[in-house]
């Protein structure tokens, strides 16, 4: 599996972008997909995810709660990310990461991250 994310770019706080993550590749199913970052000189964390079941609403970091909103166009095996009100503390490079099941063992992948910078 493939991931490959784009949408990335240098913004005013305040402002917008929207991340895009196209899903290539042989795969059976997906439990889960979702979005990570990681700033300068910082560990990788959960911006959002989402279980893939019917209904199951995406999981918010605390600190986007209310400004990012998860969302996937499965018949294009593509997420997306919009993020809103921007603040210099999103500052990172995001990941788009998705993980499935096959044969009863656990799998994952990530994209190669796309960077974003909002100036103050």
């Known amino acids: 599996v493939q991931l490959q994310a784009s949408g990335g770019g240098l913004v005013q706080a305040g402002g917008s972008l929207r991340l895009s993550c196209a899903i290539s590749?042989?795969?059976?199913?997906?439990?889960?997909m979702g979005w990570y970052r990681q700033a300068p000189g910082q560990g990788r964390e959960l911006v959002a995810d989402?279980?893939?079941?019917?209904?199951?609403?995406?999981n918010y970091a605390d600190s986007v709660k209310g400004r990012f909103t998860l969302s996937r166009d499965n018949a294009k095996n593509v997420m997306f990310l919009q993020m809103n009100s921007l603040k210099p503390d999103d500052t990172a490079v995001y990941y788009c990461?998705?993980?499935?099941?096959?044969?009863?063992?656990?799998?994952?992948?990530w994209g190669q991250g796309t960077l974003v910078t909002v100036s103050s």
């Open positions: 990461h998705v993980q499935g099941y096959y044969s009863g063992r656990s799998w994952d992948s």
């Open positions: 590749g042989s795969f059976h199913a997906l439990n889960s």
């Open positions: 989402v279980i893939m079941t019917s209904g199951a609403r995406p």
